[in-house]
């Protein structure tokens, strides 16, 4: 029994001596020993099983990098023989020794790598064993640190063990280690990379939101800036904990919870970024601000933000272009200083590209920007240079032709709603009605719109055509194009209208 328990240990020996070594060279050995001899794997396992443990440890050491990775598999694969597995397991949850523990902890991450693995750790117990780990405070940080990335890997794509971790009190500890020192260290890492895999679990937003993880990763997104990875993480986190709340009030609590840790300059300063990922999740958590109308005038206040975003809508990305879109709308809603700022850094030059995305929400909330951007006069012959007014006529006729309006997953008003009021303020303006006849087509295109709106009846269209009858009163031209493509303008519905608006 003693020879047993001391050949044991050797696993734990090695599981040190292999942290030390780089994983990708490890990996990189196991490759390379299993390319070698594929159709000798029977026999061989038969030659392994005689070698030594003694033997192995001492391979695992090896110079050799083919001798480390085939050393390193021979000793993880008896380490998951279910009685190995079970003391190993057990050495963890009960030994008194921290440096047993330790090194079972270490063992216990390097199985966890191996996908094959995983199921039979869970089911041997591992989660709640490596979880007690995590609420050990005796236990050394390097145990906490590799209790938690073995977590990570286990519970990845899992709803069932996520669920479970949490029921054995996760929260707890991750919440401490999050807020323990400045800069962050590894350990914070791997505890905000578990919470972004509980975060992936919608049924477990309350747990983490009721121990106060909406406020640590607003802290953790300002202490980490500048790391690669972790605010993106933490970005993505907050935005998926916020985006399933049903209750407005309740997010517009949780949103100016994170006021105070500056979100907002940090926000900024990520949509400037390189990484397009930082980018994403930032314009999301942004997006959230401007729906629920909270720090709006924060945001505003940003200098450039404007020419941030209007160089987002330059990529070729419809997710990106949907959520800034909707995000400008709601900050421009009711604020033409604001819209100004939007017009001089170029937007409105964006939006012609936007109206024909393939992507009706895109066009939708393009076209609700161009219903703000149209109140002014100065933006309108941009609207038609730019061949922005000129897709606002061919969304309604890609509309009227297929009898299916454009419809985004979520709307303020009605696309045809917006697309109306457009087409009546541009065809209303007689500063612009000279450019808008020598802009090739625009005339006849509308002339069309309004021929298939005579079909089907719509009095939207009919304050299109009385507008249009006004101007054609003092242009020749106009009156020629309405009259070459048989637009009544003296039917009784237009009639009907045009008393409504003179009442």
């Known amino acids: ?143 906490h640190r590799y209790a938690a990335v073995s977590i990570c890997e286990l519970i990845s794509g899992s ?20 807020v323990k020192v400045e800069p962050a260290n590894e350990l914070q890492y791997w505890s905000l990379m578990v919470v972004h895999q509980l975060a992936a679990s919608v049924v477990l937003h309350p747990d983490l939101i009721n121990v106060g993880l909406i406020r640590t990763l607003a802290e953790m997104s300002r202490l980490s800036f500048g790391n690669a990875n972790m605010p993106k993480i933490c970005l993505q986190s907050l935005v998926r904990l916020v985006v399933t709340m049903d209750d407005d009030s309740e997010v517009r609590f949780h949103l100016a919870e994170l006021l105070p840790y500056d979100i907002v300059p940090l926000i900024a300063t990520y949509i400037r970024s390189d990484d397009f990922e930082l980018v994403y999740w930032a314009v999301g958590l942004m997006h959230e601000f401007a729906i629920k109308g909270v720090a709006l005038e924060e945001f505003k ?33 009711d604020d033409a200083i604001f819209q100004l700022q939007a017009l001089e850094a170029g937007i409105g030059l964006r939006l012609a590209k936007c109206l024909a995305a393939k992507d009706d929400d895109v066009k939708y909330w393009a076209l609700s920007v161009v219903h703000e951007f149209v109140l002014h006069p100065q933006y309108r012959p941009q609207l038609i240079e730019s061949g922005a007014f000129a897709q606002v006529i061919n969304v309604g006729l890609t509309a009227a032709s297929s009898r299916t309006p454009l419809k985004a997953t979520e709307e303020i008003a009605p696309a045809s ?8 303020m541009m065809w209303s303006s007689k500063e612009d009605l000279n450019q808008l ?44 194009r309405l009259t070459r493509y048989g637009v009544n303008l003296n039917r009784p519905e237009v009639a009907a209208v045009a008393g409504i608006f003179q009442q």
């Open 1 to 143: 029994m003693s020879n047993l328990h001391g050949d044991r240990l050797i696993y734990f020996t090695a599981g040190v001596s292999l942290v030390l070594m780089m994983y990708s060279v490890v990996r990189h050995a196991t490759e390379l020993f299993a390319s070698e001899a594929p159709e000798t794997r029977n026999i061989l396992g038969m030659v392994e099983d005689q070698i030594s443990i003694d033997a192995l440890a001492k391979l695992a050491r090896s110079d050799s990098i083919v001798l480390q990775g085939s050393s390193v598999r021979i000793l993880l694969s008896r380490a998951m023989r279910e009685s190995n597995l079970r003391y190993i397991l057990d050495t963890v949850a009960n030994s008194e020794n921290e440096e047993d523990r330790w090194k079972g902890v270490t063992t216990l991450q390097l199985l966890t790598r191996n996908e094959s693995n995983r199921t039979t750790l869970v089911d041997a117990g591992a989660l709640e064993i490596l979880v007690n780990v995590l609420k050990d405070s005796e236990n050394r940080e390097k145990s």
């Open 159 to 178: 709803e069932p063990r996520r669920k479970l971790v949490v029921k054995h009190g996760i929260l707890g500890p991750l919440s401490r280690f999050l």
């Open 301 to 333: 206040a940003v200098r450039g933000l404007c020419r941030s975003m209007n160089v987002l809508l330059a990529a070729d990305d419809s997710h990106i272009a949907r959520i800034i879109l909707r995000t400008l709308k709601y900050m421009m809603l």
């Open 417 to 424: 709603a917006y697309m109306w009021d457009i087409l009546v």
């Open 437 to 480: 006849l020598k802009s090739r087509g625009l005339a006849e295109a509308t002339c069309v719109l309004l021929q298939m709106e005579q079909l089907s009846g719509d009095l939207e269209g009919s304050r299109l055509a009385i507008a249009m009858a006004e101007m054609a009163k003092t242009s020749e031209t106009l009156d020629r």
